[in-house]
């Protein structure tokens, strides 16, 4: 079974750093894209970074570029998204996201929940 479990959510002050993990199990982690989506309420899902294989390349929306950091240790089958400088905006449901290169799939985790208020 393909299983994605997020983690490291929480509150903070506007300022503040979290890191978020996203733990992958059923399927080969290596072969896959792994992006880290947000919604906030009343607004649509959008991409906040991706990381491809092999931490060859990275994406960011403009809107955290320079303030968040994704990461994978494929050893450990677990992808990071280090979030420093939050501001309110960055409220959201973080949402894990697996795209398997070799085996065409996507998964998704259930979420966890950042707010950033103070």
């Known amino acids: 079974q393909v299983q994605l479990v997020e983690s490291g959510g929480g509150l903070v002050q506007p300022g503040g750093s979290l890191r978020l993990s996203c733990a992958a199990s059923g399927f080969t982690f290596a072969l896959s894209d792994m992006s880290w989506y947000r919604q906030a309420p009343g607004k649509e899902r959008e991409l906040v970074a991706t990381i491809g294989t092999f931490s060859i390349s990275t994406k960011y929306a403009d809107s955290v570029k320079g303030r968040f950091t994704i990461s994978r240790d494929d050893a450990k089958n677990t992808v990071f998204l280090q979030m420093n400088s939050l501001k309110p905006e960055d409220t959201a449901v973080y949402y894990c996201?697996?795209?398997?290169?070799?085996?065409?799939?996507?998964?998704w985790g259930q979420g966890t929940q950042v707010t950033v208020s103070s």
């Open positions: 996201n697996a795209q398997g290169k070799v085996r065409s799939f996507t998964a």
